[in-house]
């Protein structure tokens, strides 16, 4: 089995900062990608930031600049620094992994969201 636990989400003003924790565990052999995706009321989920194995950042445009994704492939976790946050940011974020696991089958995993709402 594998895990995705999400932390950090919250109610955060117009401008504000939040820092978003994923850790994943379990019987993981190697992770390809991980990162987030966010799912606002009536959207789709959509890509926020991904980090690759090799150190490839994919994201959003619309979170160039204000958002950084990180992390730390030795313990499996990946960091999501929110800055000059906007109403717009507010959704449910996912952590997202594309990974192996130790039986070798390869999926996507998904954790089970935290909220982030932005608001004054």
């Known amino acids: 089995q594998v895990h995705l636990v999400e932390s950090g989400g919250g109610l955060v003003q117009p401008g504000g900062s939040l820092r978003l924790s994923c850790a994943a565990s379990g019987d993981i052999f190697m992770i390809y990608k991980m990162g987030w995706y966010r799912q606002a009321p009536g959207n789709q989920r959509e890509l926020v930031a991904v980090l690759t194995n090799g150190g490839t950042v994919d994201s959003a445009d619309s979170v160039k600049g204000r958002f950084t994704i990180s992390g730390d492939k030795v313990e499996n976790t990946r960091y999501l620094q929110m800055n000059s946050l906007k109403p717009e940011d507010t959704a449910v974020y996912y952590c997202?992994?594309?990974?192996?696991?130790?039986?070798?089958?390869?999926?996507?995993?998904w954790g089970q969201g935290t909220q982030v709402t932005v608001s004054s």
């Open positions: 997202y992994a594309d990974l192996r696991t130790t039986t070798f089958s390869r999926d996507n995993y």
